[in-house]
């Protein structure tokens, strides 16, 4: 097995992004586009990332109701993304709907992430035990490839004072 590194392209403008696209050159062929990149500079950054020969992992956390997740799915498909994510607490119709709008999997692969433990920690008590289950069976009937989770803040969480005891 062959591990593909990604590198963030966390940074506000398209030309910062695709200088660091060009300096890497053969050295990284895989690039994530986030929120705030993709927010000021639109679908052109991944066209120029591609042009350059190279992946792009759309990370725009999906998260509304399941035909709206579907469609821009869909979109970041005939973008050419290669993997999006959507948020697993949008529950088994998002989640089917998210798969069902990337198509081809062998193309465009749907990642579920969970909620940001900063969420959690202010919303109060994190999820049940069930709630988390379900979300884990939703993942699996819906076709998700993978979940992304972000073990260190988890880690952090779990000696977060104040727990009062709430499943993790």
Known sequence: MTTTPIVALDVS???????LVDDLGEACRFFKVGAELFTASGPSVIREVQARGAEVFLDLKYHDIPNTVAGGVRAAA????????????GGPAMLRAAVDGAGDQGRCGVLAVKRETAFRIVAGCPRTWREKRGRRDARSSAGIDARRSRRRRRRL????????????
């Open 78 to 89: 005939a973008l050419g993304v290669r993997l999006v994510t959507v948020h697993a607490v």
């Open 157 to 168: 969480h779990s000696r977060w004072p104040g727990d009062h005891g709430c499943a993790r």
């Open 13 to 19: 403008t398209s030309k910062v992004a695709l200088d």
